[in-house]
């Protein structure tokens, strides 16, 4: 049973950081591209990163190139994303994606003063 677990969300100030994780169980972590996805209250679902089975980085989203940063640990069977200079148009509920076809069940991130 494939099983994704996010971890790391949070209320932040603007400019400020955070580090998503994502562990995952139930499948060959390794052979698969991983992503990350995010959902601002009523706005549609959309693409933050993806990285390949090797752990480069394949997609970013414009919004986000420079600051946030995708990145993978085969061995611990996670995905990481790093996120810098947060705004508040960051805020939205972040969701892991495997490329077995299975979502996470999402981690908040809020980004207010």
């Known amino acids: 049973q494939v099983q994704l677990v996010e971890s790391g969300g949070g209320l932040v100030q603007p400019g400020g950081s955070l580090r998503l994780s994502c562990a995952a169980s139930?499948?060959?972590?390794?052979?698969?591209?991983m992503s990350w996805y995010r959902q601002a209250p009523g706005k549609e679902r959309e693409l933050v990163a993806r990285v390949s089975i090797s752990g480069g980085p394949l997609n970013y989203a414009d919004s986000v190139k420079g600051r946030f940063t995708i990145s993978r640990d085969n061995a611990k069977n996670t995905v990481y994303l790093q996120m810098n200079r947060l705004t508040p148009e960051d805020t939205a509920v972040y969701y892991c994606?495997?490329?077995?076809?299975?979502w996470g069940q999402g981690t908040q991130v809020t980004v207010s003063a």
């Open positions: 994606h495997a490329g077995v076809g299975s």
């Open positions: 139930g499948f060959t972590f390794s052979r698969y591209t």
